[in-house]
């Protein structure tokens, strides 16, 4: 179990949504979390353009700003690509690394996501790791042999609870509408837990938040966050809109 005193995080990935008119979303979140929120810490990840909009708009707010992907190295002839340390010279403090669709449309292995991984901490952010079961691995029983693996090939004794978070992402339910049960979103987020506390122990893993992500709602997160082991969300669609990303972390 997660210790009580772990406070949930709420993160929205925007993917690629957003030029700078997106700002006055921005201002809206912040007016709306003005004070911060009693149930939640809450983190946006915008496309890499806007990282430092953003993060200047929001300075000194309570919610904090993320990139969605990063590169392992730290600089080098890697067109298009984007290094931690610049993420972090922006303003960010977190990034995603192994979104499924990271994994889906440019081939992103486990061993890829961990050096990201290790990236992320190399530049001093919070990396929150994405892992999660396809519709056939599920129907064929494999969702939590599938998630486990992926999970371990993350681990190594440099992961913390303050340095990492793992987001549980069944490819099925994100941008679908479909959820897990609530039972199933508990059972795979006890397991993720266990599979690092075998690495790290006990104590460290029960500080490592375990965010959900998937057709995460204003409608279904009250029942999604109360599950077991659940530390937060990770939310797509419903992030672009303030009223929704306000009303999931306060369904905290
Ligand atoms: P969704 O996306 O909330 O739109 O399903 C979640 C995600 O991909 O992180």
């Known amino acids: 179990m997660a210790l009580p005193e772990n406070r949930k995080l709420v993160a929205g990935n925007w993917k690629m949504n957003g030029t700078l008119a997106f700002l006055d979303t921005v201002a809206e979140m912040r007016v709306g979390a003005a004070g911060g929120l009693a ?10 353009t806007l990282v430092s909009a953003v993060a200047t708009a929001l300075d000194g707010s309570a919610i904090a ?19 931690a340390e610049m993420l972090a010279d922006c303003g960010a403090t977190h990034v995603i ?9 440019h081939a992103e292995d486990d061993a890829t996501v961990a050096a990201k991984l290790r990236a992320a901490h190399r530049a001093g952010l919070v990396a929150i790791a994405c892992v999660g079961e396809t519709k056939d691995e599920r129907e064929a029983g494999n969702a939590l042999a599938v998630v486990r693996a992926q999970v371990e090939a993350l681990l190594d004794d440099t992961i913390t609870g303050a340095n990492t978070c793992i987001a549980y992402e069944p490819v099925w339910a994100i941008g679908t509408g479909l959820t897990p049960t ?7 987020h006890t397991s993720i837990r266990e599979t690092i506390a075998a690495r790290i122990g006990t104590d460290e893993a029960a500080r490592l938040r375990l965010l959900y992500g998937g ?5 279904n997160a009250r ?7 659940v530390d937060g969300a990770l939310v797509g669609g419903a992030s672009l809109n303030a009223a929704d990303f306000l009303a999931i972390a306060r369904a905290c």
């Not at 609530?182 to 795979?188: E, G, K, N, T």
């Not at 057709?215 to 409608?219: A, Q, R």
């Open 65 to 83: 700003v993320g990139g969605q992907d990063c590169h392992a190295e730290t600089s080098g002839a890697f067109t298009g690509d984007i290094a």
């Open 39 to 48: 149930e939640a810490d809450l983190l946006v990840c915008p496309p890499a």
């Open 215 to 219: 057709s995460v709602k204003p409608s």
């Open 182 to 188: 609530v039972d199933d979103v508990a059972q795979m």
């Open 97 to 105: 690394v192994g979104h499924s669709e990271r994994r889906q449309y």
């Open 223 to 229: 029942e999604l966050m109360a599950a077991a082991d």
